[in-house]
């Protein structure tokens, strides 16, 4: 390449490396919320776990162990950016998703659950539970929430 200014050759501008996102952490969407690749599988849930930010990755893992324990071998995947708990063939019947002040669990047949979790949805069917900073939460019940809702047709998504 030729400078116009004084017709001598010059070098090109060095080029930046690919952008080479398994090297780098996570980027955080709104909220806070992991951008993971999709992907089936316990590794791609771990790694959204792992990249969610501050007080909300403790309490992601604590969450996911919970899960993990109320249904042996729960199918686990991560889609549009928050990881799906399942039974493998049967669909998906809850989701992880993290906003700027709590994190939010859709069990999707949640009007199906007694007694219903606490939040509404738009989405028929759809129930949500917050998990907020600093407060506690009934573990049992959530668990009881959990094993219903594994019981339960689940999502095709």
């Given amino acids: 390449m030729a400078d116009k200014a004084s017709?001598?050759?010059r070098k090109p501008a060095p080029r930046k490396a690919d952008d080479d996102t398994s090297s780098k952490?996570?980027?955080l969407l709104s909220g806070g919320n992991p951008q993971i690749p999709?992907?089936?599988?316990d590794a791609p849930v771990q790694a959204y776990i792992a990249a969610m930010p501050g007080?909300?990755?403790d309490a992601g893992q604590h969450i996911d162990t919970l899960i993990a324990r109320a249904v042996p071998g729960v199918h686990k995947a991560v889609k549009w950016n928050s990881p799906l708990?399942?039974?493998d063939g049967g669909g998906w019947f809850l989701s992880l998703h993290c906003y700027?002040?709590?994190?939010?669990?859709?069990f999707f047949r949640g009007t199906s659950l007694r007694p219903m979790p606490p939040e509404a949805?738009?989405?028929a069917g759809t129930r949500y539970f917050h998990v907020r900073e600093g407060e506690s939460f009934d573990e049992d019940q959530f668990t009881d929430w959990v094993k219903q809702a594994s019981r339960l047709p689940g999502?095709?998504?």
């Avoid at 999709?38 to 599988?41: F, L, P, S």
């Avoid at 700027?100 to 859709?106: F, N, Q, S, V």
Wanted: no cysteine; charged share 40%.
């Fill in 25 to 27: 952490a996570p980027r």
């Fill in 121 to 123: 949805s738009r989405m």
């Fill in 155 to 157: 999502e095709r998504m």
């Fill in 100 to 106: 700027d002040k709590y994190i939010k669990i859709a």
């Fill in 55 to 57: 007080w909300k990755r």
């Fill in 85 to 87: 708990y399942g039974n």
């Fill in 7 to 9: 017709g001598k050759a």
């Fill in 38 to 41: 999709k992907g089936d599988g």
